[in-house]
């Protein structure tokens, strides 16, 4: 089913809109702190026979009142309208972020949600919103427009799961450890662009280069076994971070090399997925020494690919496609 999404700008609700159960919040990578949110907020709107709903904010608050910071993402706004829906959610509330609604107190935030005809919330025990984070779970429980579910946290390791503790995971390169948090692979979407064409010509290890988009985080140099997806197909591939030092190159590129895949991608959106660091990136001596490493790359990232199988076919499910299995390792 097609899951709905409604923009809401300031308090222009727009008519008639279904009762609904739903979650709140910001809810950046959807991670499975979040997972437990969303269960209940399905689970009440099945008591109450209305709408399962997910209320998010856009753009980041953090860019509205901060315009020249740069800010980075585990989702996108469309990644968490697809994970949402794909999570089992039947509609999404995109409020509109300005400096006037942050100004909101918290009865107009209330009578927002009155009007949005929600009847039950489901948010975490540190939720905070409302003009200079004035409203808290305490007050959230004490209107009488809805009725309120209030997650303990989930954590792991004795600390919450949270978008802030797996941005470092990703940035620092330990993405077996963000997955693990996440409850699915971290990816990138972005465009196929034309490299330097040294792969293809002298290496004969073509590679496919990300012109990622911006929002996201990069996960830190080096070499990852992980996947791409073209056309709604998961392909084995593993993939390299950095500028190359063996040819010193300016800029840092995303590339995959796809494993038994010989299709022209470029210009195509993909998605490349990251399932575990397995090496940092080195300055080789020239294109042989690199070559004999890209080798036993592919033996390598082909074993942590075969022992993850299960994690795998999960995102493959989130993200609606089937896992193509590539040849044997040897
Ligand atoms: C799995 C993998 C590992 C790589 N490891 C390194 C590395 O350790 N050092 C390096 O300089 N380049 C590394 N590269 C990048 C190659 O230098 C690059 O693919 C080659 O120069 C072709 O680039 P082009 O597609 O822009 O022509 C790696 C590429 C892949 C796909
Ligand atoms: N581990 C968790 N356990 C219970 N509730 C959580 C957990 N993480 C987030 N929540 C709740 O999920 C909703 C969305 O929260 P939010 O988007 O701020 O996530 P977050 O992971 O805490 O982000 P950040 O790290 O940026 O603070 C809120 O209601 C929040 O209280």
Redesign the pocket.
């Known amino acids: 089913m097609v899951m709905e999404v409604i923009r809401i700008d300031y308090l222009n609700v727009p008519k008639d809109l279904l009762k609904s159960s739903c979650c709140i919040g910001f809810f950046d990578g959807l991670h499975t702190g979040h997972q437990a949110l969303l269960d209940n907020c399905i689970l009440k709107a099945k008591e109450l026979g209305v709408q399962s709903g997910l209320i998010t904010f856009d753009p980041d608050p953090w860019k509205i009142f901060f315009p020249d910071r740069v800010c980075r993402h585990i989702t996108t706004l469309e990644d968490r309208i697809h994970l949402a829906s794909a999570m089992g959610i039947e509609v999404m509330y995109v409020i509109t972020f300005s400096k006037d609604f942050a100004a909101l107190d918290v009865d107009a935030f209330h009578l927002l949600l009155q009007k949005m005809n929600v009847c039950h919330i489901t948010c975490g025990f540190d939720f905070k919103y409302a003009s200079k984070n004035s409203g808290n779970v305490h007050t959230l429980q004490n209107q009488d427009y809805f009725n309120v579910s209030v997650i303990d946290s989930v954590n792991s390791k004795n600390e919450k799961i949270s978008s802030s503790r797996i941005e470092p995971l990703i940035q620092s390169g330990k993405i077996d450890l963000a997955n693990e948090l996440l409850g699915y692979m971290y990816s990138i979407e972005g465009i196929i662009e034309h490299?330097?064409?040294?792969?293809?010509?002298?290496?004969k290890?073509?590679?496919a280069?990300l012109g990622a988009n911006a929002d996201y985080l990069v996960p830190s140099s080096g070499?990852?076994a992980g996947f791409v997806c073209v056309n709604d197909t998961f392909y084995g591939a593993?993939?390299?971070v950095?500028?190359?030092?063996?040819?010193e190159?300016k800029k840092v590129?995303i590339?995959?090399?796809i494993f038994d895949f010989d299709q022209d991608i470029y210009d195509q959106r993909v998605r490349f997925f990251f399932l575990k660091k397995t090496?940092?990136?080195?300055?080789?001596n020239g294109f042989e020494e690199?070559k004999k490493?890209?080798e036993s790359?592919?033996i390598t990232?082909k074993k942590v690919i075969s022992r993850e199988k299960m994690y795998v076919q999960k995102t493959a499910v989130l993200w609606d496609a089937k896992v193509f299995e590539f040849k044997s390792l040897f």
């Open positions: 490299g330097f064409k040294r792969g293809s010509t002298l290496l290890f073509p590679t280069n070499v990852y593993m993939i390299n950095g500028n190359n030092p063996t040819f190159n590129s590339e995959a090399h090496r940092n990136e080195i300055r080789f690199l490493q890209l790359d592919i990232c």
